[in-house]
């Protein structure tokens, strides 16, 4: 059971990005996704989640109107479009999942964590 980040870099504030997750097996698209953050020394931050189906999302107070998390189960994959980028979400991003249908924003609730990938917002 595998998830890859992948679409982390360098980007000027006011900038995008978009993160994906690809997960290794089918039944992830049975999954609530997540993105979290997390800097050293720090605890891991929610960023946002999403239903199994797409139906249903939640977003950190700090990202909300500039993020946007979705899914493609065709491809088992999640995506984490970042928008009006500021210096201050500069940190690695993880994608994490769980079974469970509830939109958790703890990040122990979560069983399965990519290895995470690196944005850099530069002023």
């Known amino acids: 059971v595998q998830l890859q980040a992948s679409g982390g870099g360098l980007v000027q504030a006011g900038g995008s990005l978009r993160l994906s997750c690809a997960a290794s097996?089918?039944?992830?698209?049975?999954?609530?996704m997540a993105w979290f953050r997390q800097s050293p020394g720090k605890e891991r931050e929610f960023v946002a989640a999403?239903?199994?189906?797409?139906?249903?999302?939640i977003y950190a107070d700090s990202v909300k109107g500039r993020f946007t998390i979705s899914r493609d189960n065709a491809k088992i994959t999640v995506y984490l479009q970042m928008n009006s980028l500021k210096t201050e979400d500069t940190t690695i991003y993880y994608c994490?999942?769980?079974?469970?249908?509830?939109?958790?924003?703890?990040?122990?609730?979560?069983?399965?964590w990519g290895q995470g990938t690196q944005v850099t917002v530069s002023s």
């Open positions: 994490g999942s769980r079974a469970s249908p509830i939109l958790s924003q703890v990040a122990a609730e979560y069983d399965y």
């Open positions: 097996e089918r039944t992830f698209s049975r999954y609530t």
């Open positions: 999403i239903s199994w189906n797409g139906v249903r999302t």
